[in-house]
């Protein structure tokens, strides 16, 4: 008895060494004995250990790419990171203990006994990569944060600004009918960002978490199934540095067209051609600008379950849709379609599908077919270049017939079994579901982008998604939050995944107007208060479920008498809209941007999220509750008018403002230059030759600047080609005297016009004036007026572009 318990002991013992053992094999970590040698490959650091290589790289000013490469474990390539992207030298220094790898201000301090690493933005420590980890099926980083560090970053989320102490799925998922929470959303990203100002991508697209703190205090962890075991840090002086820095390596948002900041008549959805064309026609009938009209997925099928995947018109409910298109043209409305990857097996494309073999696989090489809430489905395979062809015919189709632009849905994928396999046709590899997963949409806007400029190279495309990854900007795609619930709940937190995806380079992100999910009965109030927030969002899209109309014209005169004034006031401002298009194009600078931008110094602005910056000139506090008749404010340093009335106030306080059905709390900067034209019910018809340029005077602010970028608004080069025109302002002001210079730079472009017609108006000027001088003549009292009661002087002058300036004393 004895002999069989010690024999039985021995044995249970020598079982879980063994098991042990093999986790350990397993989990294989980096020890101290791992470091053997390192040498240089073109402008790499390649560290060689007994686990594989890792990889040091400068890709651009301001960043540093480390990448683990584990010996026979193969790897996804790099989505987040642009086509052609290049690399910078690195300086390298040695000593027995260290290596240093520095690139500008950025260096990465390498410890040769553990292999972690201490980035440095000169003297200031940043982030302590404390190790890199593989076990079982996942694999990631492990990061040590400062306690008082704010980390932001994540994707589309709503959990407040600063997102530590959370656990976060990586892995793009629905999120219908969302409120005021949400850890899950269309569009994650394995992205974080620090109020110390540097950033961190896990170049990832397989399905993992991020976790901030929330398992480990103060520990910052990227885990995933798989894909590719890569970061890239990122530093800036500021945070519009360290964007810039972020761009300039995944990639810089083209610039849409003009037309793409006009206003759109969307719904779920357009039943029939009749529909569209009255739809159109009420919106000219009620003096409603409109640029755009979207089409969901009764285009194709008069039902919602049962045909997608046709992917060509139903010709009962539209029998003229060329037709339609063009007669929609001609009135200024361009025709924007759905289209989703995801082909029913009752479609009539199914066969053809099959057949051509453009579906994700099963193990068998068969299609992988699964149920979903429309019906059987496969998935296109649009990492393959089988699928990607095949797929590009579809719109090649639609867009000789005059479609102009792409909405493209469900691209999480909504549904996305891990065993789908997929073949990544540029490296010639497969990749499972989970692998892929949340790169899915980033490649489809991919297939999409590249497939338009190859149809129309001189036209910008305009392309709709609401799920991509890191990177996807550089595809002009332009995001929505998804199904978001048509509530005050619902409108709460739209400014929050705005801001966050703004800052991760996502600078169209925007929302359903009005909400999209729900909703008994219309709530005027709801819906007034949300399409006026849209005129300072970046894209003006009113979209829902058709229970309730989502567009003004159906809605009672009092409603669209605010709502005409509010888009009315949109066009205004096209030139404004269209140079931070510009600005973020160039610099990745996003359009809503935070209130900490204004004083990186105090963390606790990160927290705020009920106001934000529309461009540099306006700040934006969006009603988000009923019934609200006076609005706080808080508002940053410096000077601010009411933008409805004037009304100044000096910066660094709390204002409540009074606040009606017709107006929006919106402030404008002292100093701000806002070039305004005339609304037209087309963009179409747009024109800067009449300009008026509005100038926040005060005696605090003794100098200024603002621009305005113009050029065609269709052309896809108009930038890289110089075929603009930038006009620049400088205000300079002592006591009661003020003196504005204007210039223009820029090669210019065919429509251009050679001389605008220039009303300057000057906001909070206290006193007539005694002279005024453009270009070194007398303006007459014919061509200026002063309004006493308002401190308004508004001067009409003609202005051919050579440089010149207004002075007035």
């Not at 497969?430 to 129309?456: I, P, S």
């Not at 603002?706 to 108009?718: L, P, V, W």
Request: aromatic share 12%; charged share 25%; with cysteine.
């Amino acid at each position: 008895m004895i002999k069989i318990r010690i024999s039985t002991r021995k044995y249970a013992m020598t079982s879980v060494v063994l098991l042990l053992s093999m986790f350990i094999s397993s989990c294989s970590y980096f020890e101290p004995q791992d470091y053997i040698n390192h040498h240089l490959q073109d402008h790499s650091l390649i560290i060689e250990s007994k686990f594989g290589e890792i990889k040091y790289t400068a890709l651009s000013t301001g960043s540093i790419e480390v990448h683990y490469l584990q010996t026979g474990v193969e790897q996804l390539p790099s989505f987040a990171t642009k086509e052609a992207s290049g690399s910078v030298p690195l300086k390298i220094t040695e000593s027995d203990s260290v290596l240093t790898l520095t690139n500008g201000n950025l260096s990465a301090i390498i410890n040769k006994d553990d292999l972690s690493v201490n980035f440095y933005r000169d003297d200031e420590l940043l982030v302590k990569q404390k190790s890199y980890f593989h076990k079982l099926d996942k694999a990631g980083f492990n990061f040590q944060l400062d306690d008082s560090e704010n980390i932001m970053g994540g994707g589309e989320r709503v959990l407040g600004m600063d997102r530590r102490g959370h656990r976060m799925p990586l892995y793009n998922k629905a999120h219908y009918g969302y409120t005021t929470e949400s850890n899950q959303m269309y569009f994650s990203l394995p992205l974080v960002i620090s109020s110390k100002k540097y950033a961190i991508l896990f170049d990832n697209s397989a399905s993992g978490f991020l976790d901030i703190g929330k398992t480990e205090n103060n520990t910052l962890s990227f885990e995933a199934v798989g894909g590719r075991t890569a970061y890239m840090i990122f530093s800036g002086e500021s945070y519009p540095e360290l964007i810039n820095h972020y761009v300039d390596v995944t990639g810089k948002q083209p610039l849409p067209p003009r037309w793409a900041f006009g206003n759109y008549a969307s719904r779920f959805g357009y039943k029939t051609e009749q529909q569209v064309r009255e739809t159109v026609a009420q919106f000219i009938a009620d003096d409603i600008p409109l640029d755009a009209i979207i089409l969901d997925l009764y285009w194709f099928g008069n039902d919602i379950k049962g045909f997608m995947g046709n992917l060509d018109w139903d010709k009962k409910a539209f029998p003229t849709p060329a037709k339609m298109i063009s007669d929609l043209k001609e009135k200024g409305v361009k025709t924007i379609l759905i289209t989703e990857p995801f082909i029913l097996s009752t479609s009539d494309k199914w066969q053809d599908a099959v057949d051509n073999k453009i579906l994700a696989k099963n193990e068998k090489g068969e299609p992988r077919r699964f149920d979903f809430y429309f019906g059987n489905t496969g998935l296109i395979d649009v990492f393959d270049s089988k699928a990607q062809d095949w797929f590009g015919e579809v719109y090649k189709d639609l867009t000789e017939q005059g479609v102009a632009g792409v909405w493209g849905d469900l691209g999480e994928p909504e549904v996305h079994p891990d065993d789908s396999l997929h073949f990544l046709s540029d490296i010639g590899k497969t990749g499972r579901g989970d692998e892929v997963h949340n790169a899915y949409g980033h490649q489809w806007a991919k297939m999409v982008y590249q497939n338009q400029l190859k149809l129309q190279p001189n036209v910008r495309p305009f392309i709709m998604m609401r799920s991509g990854f890191a990177g996807s900007q550089r595809y002009g795609m332009i995001p929505w939050t998804g199904d978001v619930s048509r509530s005050w709940d619902g409108l709460k937190p739209q400014v929050e995944l705005s801001l966050q995806m703004g800052l991760s380079g996502m600078a169209y992100t925007h929302s359903d107007l009005g909400g999209f999910a729900g909703g008994e009965a219309f709530d005027q109030e709801l819906y007034i208060r949300w399409l006026q927030y849209g005129v300072f969002q970046p894209v003006f899209r009113p979209h829902a479920q058709d229970n309730i109309a989502p567009e003004p014209v159906f809605h009672d005169q009092q409603t669209k008498d605010i709502i005409r004034k509010y888009i009315k006031l949109r066009y205004r401002l096209l030139s404004y809209n269209y140079t931070m298009a510009y600005e973020n194009s160039i610099s990745g600078m996003p359009l809503m941007r935070p209130i900490f931008f204004e004083d990186e110094s105090k963390s606790e602005l990160i927290d705020v999220k009920d106001s934000y910056l529309w461009g540099d000139a306006f700040l934006v506090s969006p009603i988000v509750k009923s019934n609200e008749k006076q609005h706080p404010v808080n508002l940053p340093e410096g000077v601010w008018f009411d933008f409805w009335n004037d009304n100044r106030f000096d910066g660094n306080q709390t204002v409540n403002l009074p606040v009606t059905l017709q107006n929006l709390p919106v402030l404008v900067r002292g100093g701000s230059f806002i070039p305004m034209v005339d609304a037209v019910q087309s963009i179409d018809d747009y024109s800067s030759e009449h300009l008026t340029l509005h100038y926040y005077a005060d005696e605090k602010i003794t100098q200024s600047k603002g621009q305005m970028y113009e050029d065609d608004g269709a052309s896809f080069n108009s930038i890289a080609d110089g075929k603009f025109e930038l006009l620049q302002f400088l205000s300079m002001q002592k006591g009661s005297v003020l003196r504005l210079d204007f210039s223009r730079i820029g090669k210019g472009y065919q429509t251009m016009t050679q001389q605008r017609k220039l009303d300057i108006v000057i906001h909070n000027w206290v006193n007539k004036p005694q002279s005024i001088r453009f270009a070194g003549n007398n303006v007459s009292e014919n061509d200026y007026s002063y309004d006493s009661e308002l401190n308004k002087l508004s001067v009409k002058v003609r202005w051919d572009h050579q440089t010149t300036q207004l002075l007035i004393d």
